[in-house]
């Protein structure tokens, strides 16, 4: 069947500091993936969508100066969080799917970011 | 701007009972798709149900929802609460037919009472 794959699962990381998570599709192609923030007490906010073989596309608010994503291939999406401050926490999720609008998306478990 | 709409936050109702949770969107493309998913405590979501058919039922695992365009909506409903469907509802909508993108809603959380 078809998973993604998403660690690390928690990480801690000083105000200032950067920190890198990785998404890993198993069973299908992820010729799309979602990135996504859940702040506290909020829903997901969409950060960007990767496309593979087009241009990374940041949603208002999101810039890639701040949330660089790399999706070279069609099993493998990273994003980086550069300089984390407070409100930078929250559980980051990417969602992999096939590429078109009526497939589900497939999430990893999530990377839950704290801030110190 | 496209939008997802979820008007309760939080309902809380007993085991047993019939679930509603609704859903309207905002959207200009004529033809969206609308998804919910589920959240159980300290897991990823999960799809639960999916439409893209106007005035078509769709169901899965006891819930349904049926697409209305002329209303914008898909309200999440099931005829008897399980204590096991407490969870964080979304309901999404997919706009975009070249690079796939969903829009969530804020979130229903369902809490079912024994």
């Known amino acids: 069947g078809a998973l993604v794959y998403q660690y690390p699962r928690r990480t801690i990381c000083k105000s200032g500091t950067s920190m890198r998570m990785e998404c890993q599709a198993v069973?299908?192609?992820?010729?799309?993936v979602a990135w996504y923030r859940q702040s506290p007490q909020k829903t997901f906010e969409l950060i960007a969508l990767?496309?593979?073989?087009?241009?990374?596309?940041?949603e208002q608010n999101f810039t890639q100066e701040k949330f660089p994503i790399s999706h070279p291939n069609l099993s493998f999406s990273s994003m980086t969080v550069l300089n984390a401050y407070l409100e930078d926490r929250g559980l980051y999720l990417c969602?992999?799917?096939?590429?078109?609008?009526?497939?589900?998306?497939?999430f990893g478990h999530g990377t839950k970011l704290s801030v110190l | 701007g496209d939008s997802v709409t979820q008007t309760e936050g939080l309902v809380t109702l007993t085991e047993g009972l019939p679930v509603m949770l609704n859903c309207t969107y905002q959207?200009?493309?004529?033809?969206?798709?609308l998804f919910w998913y589920v959240q159980h405590l300290n897991e990823s979501p999960r799809l639960l149900l999916k439409s893209f058919t106007d005035n078509k039922r769709t169901e899965h695992q006891g819930f349904h929802a049926t697409l209305h365009k002329s209303s914008s909506s898909f309200h999440l409903q099931k005829s008897s609460a399980q204590l096991s469907d407490s969870a964080l509802y979304y309901c999404?909508?997919?706009?975009?037919?070249?690079?796939?993108?969903?829009?969530f809603g804020k979130g229903t959380h369902l809490h079912v009472l024994p």
């Open positions: 990767s496309t593979v073989n087009s241009a990374i596309k940041y």
């Open positions: 999404a909508l997919s706009i975009d037919t070249n690079a796939y993108k969903v829009i």
């Open positions: 069973g299908f192609q992820a010729t799309s």
């Open positions: 969602g992999a799917s096939m590429g078109q609008s009526n497939e589900r998306l497939f």
């Open positions: 959207t200009i493309y004529s033809n969206p798709f």
